[in-house]
């Protein structure tokens, strides 16, 4: 299925979690887009085997909180891209969180990710910064968990990682 969340005041508040290609074959999608807001807990992209799912929050203005905990590509296949003022923030994300997981996070001109850590699991999963903002809101002495040289990748539109004064290490180097 897909849902637009479109349009200054456009609100979709979850009490609990809310799950994007969260069963089967098919390909689930979510835009948030021109001023939209959209809320939950815990938030799943592509969550179980077989599951796709893709979600774009885009436009100043637009968001996408969870309270939570942020899962791209939790079993299935995730793509999440942020862009043009859109913003998503997570208490903790994690990319392809199973070994059957695959999942993106596109940060790309102007979208925010506002997380304490980003980690990977098991499965295949990468970052790429394209003009986009990673603001970090704790101290963390592994950024990156999870992912190896060649993963966290730098491209034409670089990228900004905004620490907040807190203290970040990261234990590879950026591709790009």
């Not at 995730?78 to 997981?101: K, R």
Request: hydrophobic share 40%; no cysteine.
């Amino acid at each position: 299925g897909t849902a637009t969340v479109t349009g200054a005041g456009a609100t979709w508040t979850n009490s609990s979690n809310l799950a994007v290609g969260g069963s089967g074959a098919g390909v689930g999608e979510l835009t948030v887009a021109d001023g939209g807001a959209v809320s939950n807990v815990n938030g799943t992209i592509g969550s179980s085997n077989n599951a796709n799912g893709r979600v774009t929050v885009t436009g100043t203005g637009s968001s996408w909180t969870n309270s939570g905990i942020l899962f791209l590509a939790n079993n299935g296949t995730g793509a999440l891209t942020v862009a043009d003022g859109g913003l998503v923030a997570a208490a903790t994300t994690i990319v392809a969180q199973d070994a059957t997981g695959t999942g993106v996070l596109r940060l790309e001109s102007g979208g925010t990710l506002v997380t304490q850590q980003i980690w990977k699991g098991a499965g295949a999963g990468s970052v790429v910064f394209d003009g986009g903002i990673l603001r970090l809101t704790g101290n963390r002495p592994d950024l990156f968990t999870g992912f190896a040289a060649g993963t966290i990748i730098l491209d034409a539109g670089g990228g900004t990682i905004d620490t907040g004064g807190f203290e970040v290490a990261t234990g590879f180097g950026l591709a790009g």
